[in-house]
């Protein structure tokens, strides 16, 4: 039988390929259709699906707007659930800028709006210890 497990059940709303450049893009503030199928290069039915998989899973709302003399059309917003899966897009980030970026460096700098600094995802405990990203420091147990 098959652990129970709450990355498995993440991984089902959020594990696909297109569904995490779908957040990336709404993110960075793309938020309609088009737009999206653009910037991540989905085919279109996938993204439909994809969409609709994050408007279920309640990461990402549907708004009705209208550019005059066209009909009526859907942008997607993060909900605040789709707001806590930033850091979990700035860690994918950082591997993939340690591990993945050739010899030009990353193609995206996130940084602190107020100061400027770079942003890293850490992992912390709630009495405020920051631990090694290795993950050696943590215990993981099970529900009773």
């Known amino acids: 039988m098959a652990r129970e497990c709450s990355v498995a059940a993440a991984l089902g709303v959020v594990g696909e390929q297109w569904s995490l450049l779908v957040l990336r893009e709404v993110f960075l503030g793309v938020r309609r259709f088009d737009a999206i199928a653009e910037a991540t290069g989905a085919p ?25 003399g066209a009909r009526t059309r859907q942008e997607y917003h993060l909900t605040a659930a789709g707001r806590e899966l ?5 860690a994918l980030m950082q591997w993939g800028d ?13 940084t602190h709006a107020e100061c ?19 993950g050696r420091e943590m215990q993981a147990r099970p529900r009773a």
Request: a positive charge; aromatic letters at 2%.
């Open 44 to 68: 279109r039915a996938v993204l439909m699906r994809r969409l609709r998989t994050l408007v279920d899973a309640g990461v990402l709302a549907r708004r009705d707007y209208r550019e005059p």
């Open 116 to 134: 400027g600094a770079p942003v890293r995802a850490t992992l912390r405990c709630e009495h405020g210890h920051v631990l090694a990203d290795t």
């Open 86 to 90: 930033q850091p979990v897009l700035t």
């Open 98 to 110: 340690k591990h993945l970026a050739g010899p030009a460096g990353p193609p995206l700098t996130v």
